[in-house]
């Protein structure tokens, strides 16, 4: 896998967004995410900077790829 771009956790919002995410709640500083169809969640914190691997498995878990 590419070595991925520090992004913020809003960015990582919108681009999830783009795939058919939506935000099904906001929990203090993370944002839970659902998609239909899918068993998965995804809790996205919204910080400055996301770190590499927390962006990596978010992507993994998402079902996309870098």
């Known amino acids: 896998m590419a070595r991925l771009p520090r ?7 919108k681009a ?6 939506f935000m099904a709640r906001q929990t203090g500083s993370h944002v839970i995410m659902v998609k239909t169809g899918y068993m998965v969640t995804l809790s996205v914190p ?21």
């Open 16 to 21: 999830f967004s783009k795939d058919g995410w």
């Open 46 to 66: 919204k910080h400055r900077e996301l770190d590499r691997g927390t962006l990596r498995k978010l992507i993994r878990l998402a079902g996309l790829s870098a």
């Open 7 to 13: 992004i913020s956790g809003m960015k990582a919002v």
